[in-house]
């Protein structure tokens, strides 16, 4: 009896031990498959197109609208209008404020900074005159 038990749990650790073989090399060909090139990273983050109504818009009222609107402007901030908006876009503390630049508030508060991808669209909508488009 103990030669059956002590073949089965040997037979038992073999399997284990290709197992475990066989997640390592999977995971060494899926780690392998990851690229360091920031310019390949970001290649889904269109900035050539970008409008107020399709990409700002809908990250404002998103991130920023219910804590700066008409009925509770945090910080006199009213962001529920593009007028709103447009004011801090031209004197600089929106963008500093989404990058967590150091002389501005860090918005969304308590939150991380806003992706890469989200501040290069809303610079390059500054960029092209920050339209109501």
Known sequence: MQQFLNKHSFANLSMLNKYHQIIL???FILSSCI???EEELYTDC???NVTYSSHIKPY???SCVSCHNTNLPSGGIDYSNFEGIKKTIDDGS???SIKHSSSYSAMPPS???TDDCKISQIQAWIDQGAEKN
């Open 25 to 27: 090399l999977s995971l």
């Open 35 to 37: 690229s360091n090139n």
């Open 46 to 48: 269109d900035t050539n």
């Open 60 to 62: 404002i009222e998103n």
């Open 94 to 96: 929106f963008l500093g």
């Open 111 to 113: 939150s991380p900074m």
